[in-house]
């Protein structure tokens, strides 16, 4: 389950994945599978070749890749790995809000 994260942000990851650029959405999420997380990041782009770079270059295997019939496909950035990715993206303020 999904909350914490507005329309507007979520048009505006959408805007940016279109344009094929890598997006990050952090939002609150609850799943049974992983109780330790309170929230995951979404990393996505329409570019499926570009992502799977920008993933290797983080130490993500582009097997991960949730591909999404949509567009929107990303990878799914949780727990330390989710806020070293954060960190070295300069997203601070996604540490923060979310208190990571």
């Known amino acids: 389950m999904a909350f914490g994260v507005d329309k507007r942000e979520l048009a505006e990851w959408k805007r940016q994945i279109d344009k094929g650029n890598i997006a990050f959405l952090t939002h609150y999420w609850l799943d049974d599978r992983f109780p330790h997380c309170r929230t995951v990041t979404k990393a996505g782009c329409?570019?499926?070749?570009?992502?799977?770079?920008?993933?290797?270059?983080?130490?993500?295997?582009?097997?991960?890749?949730?591909?999404?019939?949509?567009?929107?496909?990303?990878?799914?950035?949780?727990?330390?790995?989710?806020k070293e990715i954060l960190e070295k993206e300069g997203l601070h303020s996604h540490i923060k809000k979310f208190r990571l």
């Open 46 to 82: 329409r570019d499926l070749d570009k992502l799977a770079c920008w993933g290797e270059a983080h130490g993500l295997q582009k097997e991960w890749i949730d591909r999404r019939k949509d567009g929107y496909s990303h990878f799914d950035l949780l727990g330390d790995r989710q």
